[in-house]
């Protein structure tokens, strides 16, 4: 079966301070890989998307870069936080093709001080 | 543009039906999809219905589509408290690519009173 594992779950660092999450699937190939950012008020929004190694889609301009060194590897990552980065991220995975349902880790609280 | 819109909050009390409302604006959406996130975690995915059906049933969960209206419902049944959680509706927005991304609701917050 698959698997979708994020780390760290919870991580505070300073303002200007770089920032590296990591979500790994195990159990399925060549899968789409999401990062979502959902802050105080509960909705969700899309960062990032990739349908390959390599290919990396990203949906609003920002502070943050992904990067996806391995098939099954999704990186969120930031050179200088800032305050406004604060919230809850997750990444999600699903199979290749149109349409196919997301699945999601348990997310990572990242607080900016 | 897209959206989906929800109502934030429901209060029933344990062993009433709960139902939680969706309107969504794509109406070339081919899968419409409900999530469930307890506090502190990821989205769980509970059930999802393809745009031909009108409804699916799965023990607890009743999922209503109305095409016509672009609405969408999910029913619980004899609502526990372990349901207390915010339900997400999502529906696949095609950008006219292969690849269709998903637009969440903002999200139904839950609570159930014993």
Redesign the interface.
Known sequence: SQTIH?WPATLVQPVGSPLSLECTVEGTSNP?LYWYRQAA????Q?LF?S?GIGQI?S?VPQNLSASRPQDRQFILSSKKLLLSDSGFY?C?WSETG??Q???????T?LSIL | GEDVEQSLFLSVREGDSSVINCTYTDSSSTYLYWYKQEPGAGLQLLTYIFSNMDMKQDQRLTVLLNKKDKHLSLRIADTQTGDSAIYFCAEIFNYGGSQGNLIFGKGTKLSVKP
Do not use: I, T
């Open positions: 994020q789409n008020g509960r909705g969700l899309l998307y349908v889609s949906e997750l999600a149109n349409a349902p997301q699945h999601f880790g348990d997310g609280r």
